[in-house]
């Protein structure tokens, strides 16, 4: 009998594992190896085993590596976040392989953070406190700000949007919460987030735009103080949960007090509708989106529902993907994984606690990338001192 087609025993709650954690279907499976329904049916129910030449090719259609087939039993992997999107019921569909890749992803990078951090004698320090759903979102913003080191003038002073998101998140990462930035559909999401005491993390849409990045930065991070994993589509509408975290991200970034002072509005006076190009400037100033602006004002009663619903159709775009540019790998490394994690790769490697075959594996990234990688971080340790 030729290797490849003998019968290899398999539990068959692994290969079930296996498929549902990929978000195939039965008929995805029997499609892809040219079988029936049936075959993989029985597969999974232990009626019948697949040969070596089947599961090196589920190994490649599932992105598992060919060993976690032998594993005794389904694994005991940490749930996927709560789903806190608001879609329809009849438009809201099952995670695609790309978000489940990008959860999986985030996931694999925490566990390391945890083991590496390990393997140096480090211990996790992690900034960052507790709320409920009663606690005074202004407050909690407040307490927030001084927990990053953020001050209003500082952030003023900041170039434009994309300075606004690396330096925010820069001081989200000094709290000890993981950032990274990863590609998945935008439809299916704006950002996700794992609310784990010891090693929190937050998760953006790199696909999304660098507005949304910011304001979805803060909403995770109104879900890390609740301690509740979630996947979110930022919708003002539905659920209490997403209510506050959309109110405790407004409140982060355009503080009610400061946008009350602003000259923009108190010159305004009583009248309700806004120029386009104050909203502009008011957004500038900030460093967020317009519709950031506009809802923060509506929550201080300074406009009306119907306003800023006409304005927000106005400016209502189709969900889509951003113009790629030139891929640079060494600064896509450090957007993905952020600048914490990389920097414990490293760090782990310098000190012979992994290799430099791990390291490539870890970063996801060729190593003769590695000493731009290095001086990309070199450049991040003079900016942020």
């Not at 995670?95 to 996931?107: H, I, P, Q, Y």
């Not at 690396?166 to 439809?187: D, M, N, S, T, Y």
């Not at 949960?241 to 982060?252: D, I, S, T, Y």
């Not at 990234?365 to 990309?376: D, F, Q, R, T």
Request: net charge positive; aromatic share 8%.
């Amino acid at each position: 009998m030729r290797i490849a087609s003998q019968e290899i025993s398999v539990e068959s709650s692994v290969l079930k594992w296996a498929r549902e954690t990929i978000g195939k279907s039965i008929a995805d499976v029997a499609r892809r190896l040219d079988l029936s329904e049936s075959v993989v049916e029985k597969w999974e129910s232990g009626e019948k085993r697949p040969t070596l030449k089947q599961l090196r090719e589920l190994s490649t259609f599932y992105k598992r590596p060919l060993a976690a087939f032998f594993l005794a039993d389904r694994p005991a992997e940490a749930p996927i976040p709560t789903d806190f999107r608001t879609l329809p019921r009849k438009v809201k569909k099952p995670f695609s392989e790309k978000t489940l890749l990008a959860m999986r992803r985030a996931r694999r990078l925490q566990s390391l953070t945890r083991d590496l951090n390990r393997s140096l004698d480090r211990e996790a320090r992690v900034e960052l406190g507790r709320a409920t759903l009663a606690d005074n979102v202004a407050t909690l913003a407040s307490q927030a700000r001084e927990c990053l080191r953020v001050a209003i003038e500082e952030q003023r002073e900041w170039k434009d949007e994309v300075t606004g998101l690396a330096q925010w998140k820069h001081h989200v990462e000094e709290c000890g919460i993981l950032v990274f930035e990863l590609p998945f559909p935008i439809e299916e999401g704006r950002a996700f987030s794992f609310a784990d005491n010891d090693q929190p993390v937050i998760a953006l849409n790199s696909n999304d735009s660098t507005n949304s990045r910011i304001f979805s930065l803060f909403h995770e991070y109104g879900h890390l103080l609740l301690g509740q994993s979630g996947i979110c589509d930022l919708s003002e509408e539905g659920k209490v949960v997403e209510q506050f975290c959309n109110r405790f991200a407004g409140e982060v970034l355009v503080p009610g007090s400061v946008l009350l002072a602003h000259p923009l509005v108190e010159v305004h006076g009583a009248a309700t509708a806004w120029e386009e190009e104050d909203l502009q400037r008011m957004a500038r100033d900030f460093k967020v989106s317009r519709e950031v602006v506009l809802r923060r004002l509506l929550i201080l009663g300074r406009t009306t529902e119907k306003f800023y619903q006409q304005k927000r159709k106005e400016w209502e775009r189709p969900l889509r993907k951003p113009k790629g540019g030139r891929r640079v790998p060494p600064k896509q490394c450090l957007k993905q994984n952020g600048v914490p994690f990389t920097s414990l790769v490293l760090e782990s490697a310098r000190q012979e606690k992994i290799t430099y075959r791990d390291v490539s594996d870890y970063l996801s990234i060729g190593l003769k990338h590695l000493p731009a990688v290095e001086s990309l971080l070199r450049e991040e340790r003079v900016r942020y001192g």
